[in-house]
């Protein structure tokens, strides 16, 4: 009998240390959290490009709904102006 409860509590103590170290190694407890940590920032991240896609759809069907604001936009960005008006630059030069 003593030798057989000898034999269980050395397999036991070798399962709890191969325990112990696997879930403190590198791949293990802290591993999980970090992958964890991750998820959670993608996920946050996708939530935040769902939301600023969702705008700028928005402002596409606006832009396509009305012509005057389509219209600045093109001026805005072009930097036209109508014959006979006059636009002032405030700022300083773009430097390319």
Do not use: C
Request: positive net charge; hydrophobic residues 40%; glycine residues 4%.
């Amino acid at each position: 009998m003593p030798i057989s409860r000898l034999t269980y509590w050395v397999v036991f103590l070798v399962a709890v240390s191969y325990a112990f170290f696997t879930l403190s190694g590198p791949r293990g407890i802290s591993a999980l959290l970090e992958k964890q940590r991750q998820i959670h920032q993608m996920e946050k991240r996708d939530t935040e490009l769902a939301q600023e896609i969702e705008r700028k759809r928005e402002r596409i069907q606006r832009l396509m709904a009305n012509p005057a604001e389509q219209e600045l936009e093109i001026r805005q960005r072009l930097k036209l102006a109508r014959p006979g008006e006059e636009i002032y630059i405030v700022g300083a030069p773009d430097k390319k």
